[in-house]
């Protein structure tokens, strides 16, 4: 069986306890630096967007907490134009709007699956 690359490990945490979507890039990094963090939301964006399109992953945007609960689903143009805003990504203290990453409806074991399959 394949190993799972780092940062897919990190959104499928991420994803199943529906973390703000700034948590992933000090999870991954393991830093504080705000500027660190930036360097990987290109990786992420890319992983969000593709995880999306196959059901592992949701995206949820609200102006309460908790987003995946009081929230609407984000997806298509609009998930990629989001993605691709770095203000999505910040941490605020006092946050006005929450963006998190949910679990999908696919459970993410079809992609460890598929990953095996590929590999016959």
Known sequence: MKDWHDDE?????NGRECSDLWSLLPDWSGS???PEWAKHIPRF??????????GFIKVFR????PAHR????VTGQAL????????????????????CVASGDRDIRELEEGMCEQER
């Open 32 to 34: 504080e630096d705000e």
């Open 80 to 99: 990629d134009k989001l993605l691709a805003d770095p203000g999505s990504w910040e941490y605020t203290e006092e946050p006005t709007r929450w963006i």
């Open 45 to 54: 964006a890319r992983l969000i967007a593709c995880w999306n399109r196959l």
């Open 62 to 65: 609200s102006a309460e907490w």
């Open 9 to 13: 490990y990190c959104l499928y945490v």
């Open 70 to 73: 009081a929230g609407e689903e």
